[in-house]
């Protein structure tokens, strides 16, 4: 089978990036790599496989030529829609799924609800010097500046973060580094524009004062609940763990126990902890109650 795995869809002429659709075919295209900036040949044609690509014209095959042509596509198919859909964090906590709600340490990246909010850019600004940084995109939204990062093969390292938060502007980064190397246009459209799990906020303070406020919260609930939930103690074999006297099991002639990893999973366990299970089930109404007047106050 072949390695589709260096598919290039974008070459660079005279300083810019283009598409594969929008050159000549073979040499006419006059286009580099904009990995190693060897030229391109644009194959192109009802009878081409893979989909129509760029090739190096001495039939290398460029390490990078894939992951660089991937970081321009999101570049550029947010400078045509001029659209972008951001994980924005509500205040408040689910009352319908209880699973895992109790951290001894908290994952701040699941407080709170998270809901998309799909935005116009209102102007697109590419890789141009920012301070001490160069941006992939530096766009306004709404009358307000925000940076875009497409990561590819490598993430908003430390460094680059302390340098974003001196700057003070909000950076959205936009992970393609697990995409599919056949991944369509449309496809690569929907994780770059439409996709909220594959986006991370930096140096958003609105972000971060709302973690500060839903930590707050989740301590206040668990003071008021941790006082009367289940804890279930693992019992069963070391491979074969099992929670003793699930509630959820309603026939009295069944045995009571369910294997550990369906407890994990369950709406209303609170958490896992060695050798115990919190299980909120039988007070599942209580609880509702208390996370739902919380939810309505402000620390």
């Known amino acids: 089978m072949k390695d589709h795995r260096h598919i290039l869809k974008n070459g660079i002429r005279n300083g810019k990036n283009y598409h594969i659709s929008e050159v000549e075919s073979g040499l006419k295209c006059n286009c580099v790599c ?3 900036g060897e030229q391109l040949i644009a194959k192109k044609g009802k009878n081409i496989k893979p989909q129509n690509h760029f090739a190096h014209k001495s039939k290398i095959q460029c390490e990078y ?3 660089t042509s991937i970081h321009y596509d999101g570049k550029r198919i947010l400078e045509k829609n001029r659209k972008i859909t951001l994980p ?3 205040p408040i906590f689910d009352t319908f799924n209880l699973n895992d709600f109790y951290y001894k340490n908290i994952n701040t990246k699941q407080l709170g609800t998270i809901i998309p909010k799909t935005y116009q850019i209102d102007n697109v ?3 141009k010097k920012l301070h001490d940084i160069v941006p992939d995109l530096k766009c306004t939204i709404q009358g307000k500046p925000i940076i875009i990062e497409i990561a590819v093969t490598s993430k908003i390292k430390v460094e680059k973060q302390e340098k974003i938060e001196n700057i003070g502007i909000p950076v959205i980064e936009v ?5 599919d190397r056949t991944v369509d246009e449309k496809d690569l459209e929907l994780n770059v524009i439409e996709n909220i799990n594959n986006k991370t906020w930096f140096c958003n303070i609105k972000d971060e004062d709302l973690i500060d406020e839903l930590l707050l919260k989740h301590q206040l609930i668990m003071d008021k609940i941790v006082e009367f939930v289940d804890s279930k103690k693992i019992v069963g074999y070391k491979n074969n763990p099992k929670i003793n006297e699930c509630p959820m ?3 009295r002639f069944q045995d009571k ?5 369906r407890c994990k999973k369950c709406t209303f366990n609170l958490a896992t902890q060695e050798y115990f299970v919190m299980c909120g089930n039988k007070n599942y109404l209580k609880i509702k109650t208390i996370i739902e007047e919380i939810n309505k106050t402000s620390p």
């Open 34 to 36: 904009p990995a190693c």
């Open 65 to 67: 030529a894939y992951e």
């Open 88 to 90: 924005f964090r509500e």
């Open 125 to 127: 600004v590419l890789e």
């Open 175 to 179: 992970d393609l580094s697990k995409m």
């Open 249 to 251: 099991v309603l026939d």
């Open 257 to 261: 126990s369910v294997e550990l990893y």
